[in-house]
């Protein structure tokens, strides 16, 4: 390291913000992430063994992923090597390689290779690695906010350790907040603050469990606070709502919180709570998802799990789509949300889904038996002397329009699959079959008998 390095690192060092000033150097000062490194478990007896594995950091920001690194380094003293995968490339990686290798081969201290965003190389990135974390050159430390399952290459998981590590709580945020005002060597207690308990609350609300917006955000309102008189800075949730602009809100459009939240959409109105569908509608609206994404999906629920209880929750599924496509956002959130609390209240069922899949599963598998006679066009007069069309009722010409004749092949006669609920329009909807056919379509009334016939 030259002159120029090292005065570097230590201006960095002094000038840092505050969340990386204060990233914790024992573990009894870590706040969270008790389920994986607490005194009793598994992982922090094996760096205080200094038998650390490679291991891959999943959640979300701002719960501690690189703090966590470099502790590692710090308790196994162990040189710390760290890459950002949206900066560093193959020859930044080969470089590490070979800088390990020779401190291993001069005075046998191991490294620790840290790279932030994991999820960001490519396959021929992560391979690059491969080799080196199967023969110990490095261990490995990746830190993602992404599924590792989908963005890790499978023979890189298979040699890692997977931890995954949760949003802080309010409280946690809070003390790492308590502990900043009064640090005197790296925190603000020189800058003698008085954050009002309203405005505490408010940041740790507004913080979604991420430490490091918690802190640069109280740093940055306190540099913008002239002292008063008594050299005392007071920060109100005014000046907070100020410093943040917009209160930040943890989402990705293509990764698990995405699928997350989509997910807790549909079936908060599949349970038919519109209080929770309409919050999950906020969230997604809130973090900017494609508004088109929502409705197609109301659209699949609306014919899914509402189906023919209420046969008019498909049109104004629909109907919300069209609108949000001709007025654009913010005011198609309005049609979304009317569409959701009418989607969330209506009755449910889903024969119609259950039915489609039954008959799918027989299309693929069951032996595809010709179209009876009587149900094909006879257009030709080779048609009518083979049989076609012969024997075919027509419905309107019998009584209640009902003619009571079979239309399924020979080998699925019997099949039922279709079998309406209670709920709502539905309820019509099964009366009228079983006044037609009896109890079950396949059990019911016999061949060209209905109950009009």
Not at 370 to 387: D, F, I
């Amino acid at each position: 390291m030259t002159l120029f390095d090292e005065q570097r690192k230590q201006r960095l060092s002094r000038d840092a913000p505050l969340a990386a000033r204060m990233r914790p150097r024992t573990f009894d000062e870590l706040v969270g992430q008790e389920h994986i490194v607490g005194p009793d478990r598994v992982l922090r007896k094996s760096i205080e063994a200094d038998q650390v594995p490679s291991m891959v950091l999943w959640g979300p920001p701002g719960s501690g992923k690189t703090t966590l690194a470099l502790l590692i380094a710090t308790v196994t003293r162990s040189h710390f090597a760290q890459v950002s995968a949206v900066a560093a490339g193959v020859a930044d990686l080969r470089k590490i390689i070979r800088e390990a290798q020779d401190r291993l081969g001069m005075n046998g201290q191991r490294t620790i290779l840290f790279i932030d965003e994991i999820h960001r190389f490519n396959k021929s990135q992560q391979d690059s690695v491969l080799p080196y974390v199967e023969d110990g050159t490095v261990t490995l430390i990746g830190a993602t906010t992404e599924n590792p399952s989908f963005e890790v290459i499978g023979p890189l998981l298979s040699r890692c350790r997977v931890f995954t590590l949760n949003p802080l709580t309010e409280e946690q945020v809070g003390i790492l907040v308590d502990r900043a005002l009064s640090d005197a060597e790296r925190g603000l207690h020189a800058m003698q603050i008085a954050l009002q308990e309203d405005a505490r609350r408010f940041l740790l609300t507004a913080a979604n469990g991420d430490a490091r917006i918690a802190l640069n955000t109280i740093e940055f309102a306190a540099s913008a606070i002239a002292p008063d008189a008594g050299g005392r800075r007071l920060i109100t949730v005014a000046t907070l709502e100020d410093a943040l602009q917009h209160r930040a809100i943890m989402y990705d459009k293509a990764g698990d919180l995405h699928y997350d939240t989509i997910s807790a959409y549909i079936k908060s109105v599949r349970a038919s709570d519109p209080d929770a569908a309409i919050y999950w509608l906020s969230r997604m609206i809130e973090a900017g998802e494609d508004p088109l994404f929502i409705v197609r999906r109301m659209v699949i629920l609306a014919a899914e799990d509402i189906g023919m209880a209420e046969p008019n929750a498909l049109p104004i599924a629909v109907a919300a789509q069209h609108a949000v496509h001709f007025i654009g956002m913010p005011e198609g959130a309005i049609p979304m949300a009317e569409a959701t609390v009418y989607l969330a209240t209506a009755p449910k069922s889903n024969s119609a889904y259950a039915a489609l899949n039954q008959a799918r599963e027989d299309a693929r598998h069951s032996r595809n038996d010709p179209v009876p006679l009587h149900l094909r066009n006879a257009v030709t007069p080779l048609m009518r002397e083979s049989g076609y069309g012969r024997d075919y009722k027509y419905a309107h010409n019998h009584p209640d329009h009902f003619a009571g004749q079979r239309n399924l092949p020979d080998n699925l006669k019997e099949r039922v699959y279709y079998e309406p609920t209670d709920q709502g329009y539905e309820k019509e909807v099964a009366e009228r079959i079983s006044r037609w056919w009896g109890e079950g379509k396949g059990k019911g009334a016999p061949e060209g008998k209905g109950p009009s016939a």
